[in-house]
């Protein structure tokens, strides 16, 4: 029980980042939504849905560490204008970059986390850091 409490915290302190019951890996690899979506699911996780700003902090410490922005499981591909996490349930948590989401070009339904912690909505197609919660 201890070997094993110390071995997760040595653990998510090298590869990770916890928040609450939640924690966050990156292992520096990237993909477009659905391959970050899918990369997460096969690996037993789900894409980082920040649901809070203790969520949120970790992710974006994350995107620090690696210098690299990433897609998180939100997006409003179903409803322009209505975000939604991966399972359907609509965010109540949000941390929007001034001026955003303002789907730009009209084609802007995934959201990436910037480093500084906000978010933008962008395309979908682009390719970004993918980070998981387990
Ligand atoms: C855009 C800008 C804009 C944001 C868009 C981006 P780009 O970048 O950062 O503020 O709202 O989502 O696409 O296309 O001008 O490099
Ligand atoms: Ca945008």
């Known amino acids: 029980m201890y070997c094993a409490s110390v071995f997760s915290l040595v653990w998510i302190f090298i590869n990770g ?5 939640k924690t966050f890996q990156a292992n520096g690899s990237e993909g477009d939504f659905e391959t970050s ?5 096969q690996a037993g996780g789900l894409l980082a849905s920040p649901r809070n700003s203790a969520e949120n902090t970790a992710i974006h410490q ?18 322009e204008g209505t975000f939604k996490y991966l399972s359907g ?36 197609n682009e390719k970004r850091l993918i ?3 387990f």
């Open 89 to 124: 349930e609509a965010i109540r948590y949000s941390n929007w970059a001034a001026g955003e989401p303002n789907n730009g070009g009209g084609t802007e339904d995934c959201v990436e986390i910037y480093p500084d912690g906000r978010w933008n909505d962008r395309s979908c």
């Open 17 to 21: 980042n916890s928040a609450g019951e």
């Open 131 to 133: 980070i998981c919660e």
């Open 62 to 79: 994350i995107v620090v560490r690696h210098n690299k922005k990433a897609f998180i499981g939100i997006n409003d591909i179903q409803t």
């Open 37 to 41: 979506k899918a990369t997460c699911s």
